[in-house]
């Protein structure tokens, strides 16, 4: 069964700092990972796909990395601004049992002070 | 382009009341259609799943039911509600087949049972 964890489960930074969030799962057989952001009291946006074949995938300042062998896979947000502050959710369905369940981590809360 | 739609955004129910809520996804055909629930403190949790009209998943046993009467219709219901099913609830649709795609998400329905 695939268990999905993501340290720190909060994060407090100043504005302006680069910072990592890490995702790892128990389960390497994956399709892809998923990550998405989800502000208080909203539903989920996703962020980033990183394909099962895919090392890495960015979009602005954000940059993910997928290591299926070791089952990690981290967010690194450069450049932080008040506005990324949000919980961050990472995603991965197992390939094994059914690619339709997204199994997701509990979320790390970024905060960026300003 | 794609949308999902549920409502209500907020609900308070009493206990032993029946619940409905809705979710329906337009732009697309045949997708795969998920509730989730997000308790205080506590990851996101599959409840139910479907990769077809009429076809329903169950992941966890519990008061709640699922029903997709129609191909881009999918329906949370309770006959009872308990004090327990308090929660945000959260639908989200991905292309069917779903291995290498992305998951999107409704902005979520906070039910308050009292």
């Known amino acids: 069964k695939q268990e999905v964890t993501q340290i720190p489960a909060a994060l407090s930074v100043p504005e302006g700092e680069n910072l990592v969030l890490n995702c790892s799962f128990t389960d390497s057989a994956i399709y892809n990972l998923q990550w998405f952001r989800q502000d208080p009291g909203k539903g989920l946006t996703s962020l980033l796909l990183i394909q099962s074949s895919q090392r890495e995938q960015t979009s602005g300042r954000l940059n993910a990395s997928l290591d299926k062998s070791s089952g990690r896979s981290t967010l690194y947000i450069a450049a932080s601004q008040p506005g990324d502050s949000a919980t961050y959710l990472c995603a991965a369905p197992p390939s094994r049992g059914g690619s339709e369940k997204l199994v997701f981590g509990k979320g790390t809360k970024l905060t960026v002070n300003p | 382009s794609q949308t999902i739609h549920q409502w209500p955004a907020t609900l308070v129910q009493p206990v032993g009341s029946p619940l409905s809520l809705e979710c329906t996804v337009e732009?697309?055909?045949?997708?795969?259609l998920y509730w989730y629930r997000q308790a205080a403190g506590r990851g996101l949790q599959l409840l139910f799943y479907s990769v077809g009209i009429g076809q329903i998943s169950s992941e966890v046993p519990q008061n709640l039911s699922a029903s997709r009467p129609q191909d881009r219709q999918f329906i949370l219901s309770s006959k009872k509600l308990l004090l327990s099913d308090s929660g945000f609830y959260l639908c989200?649709?991905?292309?069917?087949?779903?291995?290498?795609?992305?998951?999107?998400f409704g902005q979520g329905t906070r039910l308050t049972v009292v």
């Open positions: 732009g697309t055909s045949n997708p795969n």
């Open positions: 989200a649709w991905s292309p069917n087949p779903a291995m290498n795609t992305e998951a999107f």
